[in-house]
């Protein structure tokens, strides 16, 4: 039975999270044994293996794949300031200056006091990064991207020159991407997992954490794991691979693959126990990939999954944060994530009007591709349409077609996807444009003579768009490209930013009341953190690098 103390066990292998084992120590049987075990050797697992080697402490790290999670197939960005790379393009930038504009963009999440550690932190993180293999550049990208083009490694990341936020802090770009050809993310792990295997850092791969092993005292003290028979890794992999990295049209695909894999696990492993003499990390990402656990917090998203892009892997399983619940663990910030619109690159786009179904403009064009996307998610049905001149479409779709490979490849083939099945609309008067899509007809015409009207008399963009990409609207015709959430052409981006609540000193795990479970830390997007309240481009794998530190950190020192 799963239950007994002892070695090895074939059969009963759970599909779910179960109960934590709870167990007399001195009875234990351990297969394996460490001072840390680290569950999820994705970005922040990795930061937290490594941290925890160099505090002296042994680590084993499971994963249920190959290890690398979200962070292998990102963009590998890190949000960081006051850094090397910022002086030598010329941008003069300290902790400071981050710290207030973080404060507007993270809001109550952590307290000012970790937020600030993390700024004072950023660029020794850096550092440390460049230390274990990842490599940077000081080639800047100044203009509005999702991410910078090859050849180009430091970037605006998030809304640092809107005029709210310039306001408030000087802008500088802060998003570091590492040196590579594309999506750099495999770059960054890849990094990684060379300094943790270099450091000692043992890995089991392709075992699924089924629960914690707790002593009577309420104490973590190990996991339990399924671990997959020999024979049936090459099958397993496959399913992996047939999702990552996550592109389009894929949803469907991802669930199959998902529920193949669970089954694989459930008839071809065996039941091990590894112990952990000071404290488990949990460090296994979020929960994109579980239709349940969304479901519970974000119905509308889990009605819509066909149409989301659920950056991340089959690992995205929300089954550390279950782990964690089952010991007592709160949660915190589950309904929150990231949804985002790519509306810009072709640049062109940002020359339209952005509508909900009444006509009304909502938000700045211009604004964060996460911004975007939540916003248009408020409005009716997460319906939204953008309103263009016939000359600034065109322009887009030569942006499209024309901006060379890779632009093409990453923007202009999602964008002229949706110009042409996305539902894209052609009306000689913004009148008759509104009524083939469904949108208030006077409600539009009222928002286009408001925005001519304030253009006309040069006044400021009342949702602070910058004048160079305000155009009069004037007379037809119009094109509307349909931007709403349901439409599966127009690719929302989207990952869960909830987790479990943790001591933002150690990373410990929290219950109800705030006191901490000892032997059990969170790191990453298992753990609410930085990015919690909202994101932006850098700030997961930056607070996977400061979370997974301070966890490895705190559980490699204790008891030591």
């Known amino acids: 039975m799963a239950g007994q103390a002892g070695g090895p066990m074939r059969g009963d292998v759970p599909a779910a999270v179960l109960d934590p084992l709870i167990v007399d120590p001195a009875d234990m049987r351990w297969d394996q044994e460490a001072d840390v075990v680290v569950v999820g050797f994705g970005g922040a697992g990795a930061c937290a293996a490594i941290e925890a080697r160099e505090q002296g402490a042994s680590v084993i790290a499971i ?16 949000y960081a300031g006051g850094t090397r790379h910022q002086r030598d393009a010329g941008f003069d930038d300290d902790a400071g200056q981050m710290y207030d504009y973080l404060s507007a963009e993270v809001g109550d999440v952590v307290s000012p006091a970790t937020l600030r550690r993390y700024c004072d932190e950023s660029a020794a993180n850096l550092t440390w990064l460049e230390g274990h293999g990842v490599p940077y550049s000081s080639e800047a990208y100044v203009e509005k991207t999702l991410y910078p083009p090859d050849g180009k490694y430091l970037y605006y990341a998030g809304n640092e020159k809107m005029p709210e936020h310039a306001a408030r802090a000087r802008p500088a770009p802060r998003g570091h991407r590492p040196v590579g050809a594309g999506l750099t993310g495999h770059v960054y792990f890849a990094a990684l997992a060379r300094a943790a295997a270099g450091l000692g850092v043992k890995l089991a791969q392709q075992q699924r954490a089924v629960r914690l092993i707790m002593d009577r005292g309420g104490r973590v003290i190990g996991v339990e794991v399924a671990q997959l028979a020999d024979s049936a890794k090459g099958q397993h992999q496959r399913l992996y691979d047939k999702v990552v990295p996550m592109l389009p049209l894929k949803a469907v695909l991802a669930e199959r693959s998902s529920a193949a894999a669970r089954k694989l696990e459930e008839a071809h492993s065996i039941v091990r126990r590894i112990g952990a003499r000071r404290g488990v990390v949990l460090a ?14 974000q119905p509308f998203y889990a009605d ?12 995205c399983d929300g089954s550390g944060i279950m782990l964690g619940q089952t010991a007592g663990g709160e ?6 994530l990231y949804a985002a619109r790519n509306m810009a690159p072709p640049n062109a786009l940002l020359e339209g009007m952005l509508v909900n179904p009444a006509g009304k403009r909502f938000i700045n064009e211009e604004a964060y591709s996460g911004h975007l996307g939540l916003a248009i998610a408020a409005q009716e049905g997460g319906k939204a349409w953008l309103i263009l001149r016939a000359d600034s479409f065109w322009q887009a779709v030569r942006q499209s077609l024309f901006g060379g490979f890779l632009f093409f490849k990453y923007y202009g083939v999602p964008a002229l996807l949706n110009f042409a099945l996305g539902g894209t609309r052609r009306g000689a008067t913004l009148g008759k444009l509104a009524r083939k899509c469904g949108i208030d007809p006077a409600g539009l015409e009222r928002s286009a003579t408001e925005a001519d009207t304030e253009l006309r008399a040069g006044l400021a963009d009342p949702f602070g768009k910058a004048m160079a990409m305000r155009k009069l609207f004037g007379q037809g015709p119009f094109y509307a490209v349909n931007m709403s959430i349901p439409n599966i052409y127009a690719f929302t981006y989207m990952f869960t930013l909830g987790g479990l609540r943790v001591d933002e000193d150690s990373g410990a795990v929290l219950r109800a009341d705030g006191t901490a479970i ?7 997007r298992a753990a609410v953190g930085l990015c ?13 690098v400061f979370s997974g530190r301070r966890a490895g950190r705190a559980a490699a020192n204790a008891g030591a």
């Open 331 to 336: 949660t915190g910030r589950m309904s929150n």
């Open 518 to 524: 000892a032997g059990l830390y969170a790191a990453g």
């Open 304 to 315: 819509n999954f066909r149409a989301l892009m659920r950056l991340g892997s089959l690992g």
């Open 284 to 297: 296994t990402g979020g929960f994109a990939m579980n239709l349940d656990m969304l479901r519970a917090h």
């Open 532 to 544: 919690s309240n909202g994101y932006l481009s850098g700030l997961s794998i930056g607070d996977g």
């Open 63 to 78: 994963d249920r794949f190959a290890g690398g999670g979200a962070t292998a197939f990102s963009g590998g960005i890190i």
